[in-house]
């Protein structure tokens, strides 16, 4: 069951009746459809340009092969190099082919990164570090050359339409307060040989920094094909800094500020990325998974890496790169010890006040700035960053190879250097931009019905991923008054929790509330009726947004069988009017960050009047 545009449940079998006339399906081609895509695989194989090996048998989603058996932590961790564009108001970025070695032990593997040049091109890219109030501009340049994405590609998704080849790229700044035309909208892509998309303007974006300090990242945003670009390793921070984190608060800086961006991927022997190129329902997804899952863990570029820390306080921003993937991070040592994180902030940047936690979760996408405190250990303390969330999350229990084990932490001897810089403890206040939106009780409420779709009843792999009924191609319907304030109800309705991303504004969550998702399909309850009347589809009261989703925000995890209430302030977080026109075409976004939901179009407009 899901719902119509009105919210209301209705059966499956009317959406199916729209995917199979769209597809085409029937019992004969559900038969033979995997053999035909199968001999078209091989077929492919021979003809493209040498990015896959003929010999490959094709890979069916859920049944990939594992990973080579390789050694952790050989490598150490690389830190990416930093591109200060505070100084330089015009910078250029190009996306290129290229190769990199993620593992001592494993062959050179073939990705697309970000660089100034090909010579400087890496997997993840440069960290972008900007200063509030100091605009920049980036032009993205398309220089792959590929014919075809040496990822498997899904032509049954709403991937671009090429005449002349090629791999199309567009740049999303994931957090950014920026104009429309600077968003990265997914049809605003572009290759390396003149072709665009229908709302491609231009290459170069202007970010105008006037937004609080945070971690922002960049990565790439094309229709139907995000996963396949991320996975590739088009993506990268960015960090906007302001004057007064940098002179009232003495945070780590320098050696002592360490940024982390995590990715799952899955390898074939000679180190190339593996993703299915057979679909779960075949007949109608020829190569898209509903949930990839990787069983190698990578940070900054290098599997299961080693950091050596010395004897003090760190700075760690941290990234779940993940296509799919959420992360419950711990460290602990050989024995079970632990230490805690002193997260400082989240996706929209410091909290007001510092949360010891022994763990922190993120979804795809999401950030956090946390000080770990290395200061009580001895030299040649080994200690580990863990990952302990199910997948898919939070319900699930794939956590294939090794993928509960990130990184290593080392502590070796101080050096004169590290002695004489400052180690002060964390302010007991970080910032006044507290995550507080002030609601009068006559704001607009927006419900939205998260779902999944499946071909029948009795099917276990959905198919389609929709808010409201609706995918980003359906009318647009979340057309907002530039400076409302805005409460938006989160009905998860699958098995699996749905991190919402929402483009352009920052939110906070007000609370959640479990329902019971059969007597809500089945209409034999109300939303409009509180707890505990047994009228009511509720079936606890609202309880107060978990650790991980205070703060500003611009992504919320919307848990399944819960409705998650978040609240939208559309201005700048001071309640100003935005810097530039922002009800300007093409428009902004909201979507789910599991990037196989995005892709199939788990995405809807977002207009500003």
Known sequence: MFSNDAGEPIHVSERMAVLMRKSGQNWILSVIAPWLIALAYFWACLMMEGSMAAADPPVVCFEEASSPPLEMFVDELPIPPVLDVTTTPHVTLGAYKITQKLHRDLPSTTLYGFGTSQRAAQYPGPTVEARRGVPTSITWENYIEDNVHFLPL??????????????????????????????????????????????????????????????????????????????????????????????????????????????????????????????????????WCPDIFGDTMVVNGKVWPFLNVKARRYRFRMLNGNTERYLSLSISTSTGSALKFIQIGTDG?????????????????????????????????????????????????????????????????????????PNTPVPATLSNHTANIRLRGDENVRTHILTDVYTSVSATVPVEFLVNNRNWRSQATEIVAQGSTEIWELINLSSEAHPMHIHLVNHRVLNLQRMDVRRYSNRSCSLNIPYPDPRSCFTELPQPPTSYMVGWKDTVTALPEMMTRIAIKFSTRDGSPFGFDATAPPGYLWHCHLLGHEDNEMMRPLLLT
């Open 154 to 287: 899904d032509n049954t998704l709403s991937v671009p339409r090429l005449q002349n080849g090629g791999v199309p790229i567009v740049v999303h700044l994931h957090g950014g307060e920026v104009p429309s035309y600077s968003d990265g909208n997914p049809d605003a892509w572009y290759t390396s040989r003149g072709e665009s998309g229908k709302s491609f303007v231009t290459e170069t974006y202007v970010y105008p920094n006037s937004q609080p300090a945070a971690t922002l990242w960049y990565h790439d945003h094309t229709t139907g094909m995000n996963r396949l670009n991320l996975a590739a390793g088009l993506l990268g921070f960015y960090i906007i800094r302001s004057p007064e984190e940098d002179e009232n608060l003495t945070l780590p800086s320098g050696p002592y500020e360490v940024p982390l961006v995590f990715q799952d991927k899955r390898f074939f022997p000679d180190g190339r990325i593996q993703l299915p190129s057979i679909g779960a329902v075949p007949s109608i997804h020829t190569a």
């Open 349 to 421: 940047g410091l909290l007001s006040e510092p949360l010891t936690l022994p763990e922190i979760t993120l979804a795809s996408a999401e950030r956090a700035d946390v000080i770990v405190d290395f200061s009580d250990l001895r030299e040649g303390t080994e200690l580990y960053l863990m990952n302990s969330a199910r997948a898919p999350f939070p319900n699930g229990n794939r956590l294939p190879g090794n993928t509960r084990m990130l990184m290593k932490f080392i502590v070796v001897a101080k050096t004169k250097e590290d002695i004489e810089a």
